[in-house]
């Protein structure tokens, strides 16, 4: 598959990477007062250095912004990734837990799946289970 094809049904065509730190950030700024590349770092576990180059990027792309002292925000357009990703991170977990999956297992098969799934495959996935649960 090509770079172009394999990027077609990702929301917003953004990486996968772009959409991790894009992610973590997020989930961080729920659990923290401030987030700073350190704890981007430490959530992922990648160094400090990898961490810098890709903060650049994002800021460069308009994803975050960054504060003279270090303090990472999303931006508007980096939210709005961040939130769909976040969402189908927390649906197919949830999912796959509750269909037998041991916790881990589940988390790391639904951050491979948050990526790659169109958003109308989503939409209707969401759409059977919410109709499934009504008729049980």
Not at 19 to 24: D, F, I, S, T
Not at 42 to 51: A, C, H, Q, V
Not at 54 to 69: D, F, H, Q, Y
Request: hydrophobic letters at 35%; glycine letters at 4%.
């Amino acid at each position: 598959m090509s770079e172009t094809a394999s990027h077609s049904s990702r929301p917003f065509h953004t990486t996968e990477s772009a959409q991790n730190y894009l992610e973590a950030i997020l989930m961080l700024s729920e659990q923290k007062p401030v987030v700073r590349s350190v704890d981007v770092a430490n959530e992922l576990g990648f160094k400090k250095s990898s961490i810098s180059i890709a903060m650049k990027n994002l800021r460069e792309n308009g994803m975050i912004t960054v504060t003279p002292e270090g303090y990472i925000y999303l931006t508007d357009e980096g939210m709005k990734i961040a939130s769909t990703i976040y969402e189908r991170h927390k649906f197919f977990s949830k999912w796959l837990v509750s269909l037998g999956v041991d916790r881990k297992t589940a988390v790391d098969d639904a951050c491979r799946i948050e990526h790659d799934l169109s958003p109308e495959s989503f939409a209707a996935i969401k759409e059977y289970l919410a109709k499934q649960e009504q008729n049980d």
